[in-house]
């Protein structure tokens, strides 16, 4: 678990990480330097979870040797599918961090939810719904290795 006491914001207790692949983790289905390291990291702490339509049919073979739980979810309903997922595992136990209109409601209603804009930018309607916006998913993951950073950035 990942405790952390954000005063005039939350306290989050962190059980899971859900994560978007595609614009996220990955460009054009490749991932990006310096993630499967730091997934490895949280996978000792919390439960890794990555939720993809896998528009490049890629996911799967970029990160088979990591410590994650991969679901590909059908194209068609992907908010409410990514949504539900977020709600199956329980709101207040997530972090997720996305950057694709069908990121906005994971994000809107997780514990904490980052957006990213990297190369492939972001939605305007998925940065509104995060409670954080970042340029790289490496500042995301290390917003929950760092803290105090979080705390710096989200407290009253």
């Not at 997934?39 to 979870?49: A, C, G």
């Not at 979810?73 to 996305?98: C, H, N, Q, T, W």
């Not at 209603?109 to 972001?122: F, N, P, S």
Request: cysteine-free; overall charge negative.
């Amino acid at each position: 678990m990942i405790d952390i006491n954000i005063p005039g914001f939350k306290h989050l207790k962190i059980h899971h990480l859900v994560l978007d692949y595609n614009g996220t983790l990955a460009i054009d289905g490749l991932l990006l330097d310096g993630v499967a390291r730091r997934l490895r990291t949280f996978s000792q702490k919390i439960q890794v979870h990555i939720v993809t339509a896998d528009t490049f049919g890629l996911v799967k073979a970029q990160i088979e040797d990591l410590p994650v739980k991969v679901t590909i979810l059908p194209s068609e309903g992907l908010i409410e599918a990514k949504r539900d997922y977020v709600f199956k595992l329980g709101l207040e136990s997530v972090v997720a961090i996305g950057n694709g209109r069908n990121d906005s409601a994971m994000l809107k209603d997780a514990a904490l939810g980052i957006a990213v804009i990297q190369r492939e930018g972001a939605a305007v309607e998925t940065l509104l719904s995060a409670d954080l916006v970042v340029n790289h998913i490496l500042d995301a993951l290390d917003f929950l290795n760092q803290p105090n950073r979080l705390i710096a950035a989200l407290r009253a």
